[in-house]
């Protein structure tokens, strides 16, 4: 309830409104041979929807690692905070109206979303099963 779920739940929801922006966008990503109108909306984007989302996540993973399944901390998650570092740093440039960068020069993460699908489901199996003992 303090980590997988809220994780998941974040998940779904920002890629469901990722889509909804290239839906309007009417492209299948983002950063391939963006306008200056896409770039314009990116920001809007970005700054009021996916970046209060992701500093939830982050605040999740940095606060919330010891309930993690694995003995180690998946790379999925050290690679999420990665990728979200440098937005800090281009919002930070995009409120002085300098627009010469947009996207993180880190990936987001392929693994990020599998992980924490995985991870969710499988403690909700986990649950049920106690649960029907």
């Known amino acids: 309830e303090e980590f997988y ?6 998940s779904v929801s920002g890629e469901k409104s990722y889509q ?10 983002v ?15 970005y700054k ?3 970046h209060p989302y992701n500093l939830e996540i982050e605040k999740i993973i940095l606060e919330k690692s010891y309930l993690i399944l694995e ?7 050290f ?21 010469s960068e947009h ?3 880190i990936d987001f993460p392929r693994g990020f979303k599998d992980y924490i699908h995985k991870s969710y ?10 649960i029907n003992l």
């Open 5 to 10: 779920g809220p994780l998941f739940f974040r």
């Open 20 to 29: 909804e922006l290239l839906k309007k966008l009417g492209k299948g990503q």
């Open 31 to 45: 950063s391939i041979n963006p306008t200056n109108a896409d770039l314009e909306e990116w920001r809007i984007w």
């Open 48 to 50: 009021n929807v996916f």
């Open 71 to 77: 003995e180690n901390i998946p790379q999925p998650l």
């Open 79 to 99: 690679d999420f905070v990665s990728h979200i570092s440098p937005y800090k740093a281009i919002i930070a440039k995009w409120n002085n109206n300098d627009y």
């Open 103 to 105: 996207f993180s020069s």
């Open 121 to 130: 489901h499988q403690l909700k199996r986990e649950q049920l099963r106690i």
